[in-house]
């Protein structure tokens, strides 16, 4: 199936031949070289070292971000993808008063979807600490200072499973020691106090979102520039990185009306974009 959806990649450049296809092409494809070069020398010995980066990796972008919402802007290195598009950072779309952390990444959303992938490794991998705990605490700290409400969402149903699953050793050392228990739910008030305004201030535009130009209403019209694409090009799409050239010469919405159509306004849907770009069989081969 790899081999399947990668050949559409082609029949599409092959159709529809230019230097942006091409450049996907070799982006992908090196992403299966590795995958392959995984799955052939990756065992279960070198599961510890690997978790030991990644996890280094976690509080890495971690350290970084927390950084960034300490000082409220870029720290101005050079891994900071974000800067070179948002050299002061970059602010909720519905309240400028937001400052959204972004680590070394070019969005707030990658951020949070990093630490929000990453997060078994830190809550099931690391052996119960003082130090754990802190990595914890800090990790849920991050991910609601990257004002993605998604990841929010997705981050409590983590601590629910995560929790539940753990519920009978932590009953036992709050039985064991009650002050554990008080200190516990004290500290748990005091945080939830302090990020309160700024979880409030963030809710409260979930109204915005859907007005225009609102977060959500620039996902639904991106979504159907992908759709007006797709119907048009069903079978080989209009080439790897190419969806953003066509939908802003030719719109179907009065989306760039309102906008300049840098890169920040690709399709906000891999499984779209996918469709839109390479067809759809490259869509049914990568399902």
Known sequence: FIFLFYTSGVTSYIFMPHINVLYGLIKIGEVIIVYYLLRRHLNSEMIPSVAKIIIFSFVYQLGLGLLQGVLQRNIGLTSELVTQTYPYGLTASENDSLYRVTGVFGHPNFLASFLIIFLPFI????????????????????????????????????????????????????????????????????????????????????????????????????????????????????????????????????FFQNFIPTSFYRIHSLFLEIAAEAGIPALLFFL
């Open 123 to 254: 809550f099931y991998y690391l052996k119960d600490s003082l130090f754990s705990s802190i990595i914890k605490i800090l990790a849920v700290i991050a991910i609601i200072f990257t004002y993605s409400r998604l990841a929010w969402f997705l981050t409590f149903i983590f601590l629910i499973i995560y929790f539940y699953q753990k519920k009978d050793i932590y009953l036992k050392i709050f039985h064991k020691n009650i002050k554990v228990l008080g200190f516990g739910l004290l500290g748990f008030i005091i945080l939830l106090a302090i990020l309160f305004p700024y979880l409030n201030t963030r809710i409260s535009t979930v109204s915005e979102a859907f007005d225009d130009p609102g977060s959500m209403t620039t996902r639904f019209k991106l979504a159907q520039e992908a759709l007006n694409l797709i119907v048009h090009y069903p079978l080989t799409g209009v080439g790897l990185n190419r969806s953003l050239e066509y939908f802003s010469q030719y719109p179907a919405t009065d």
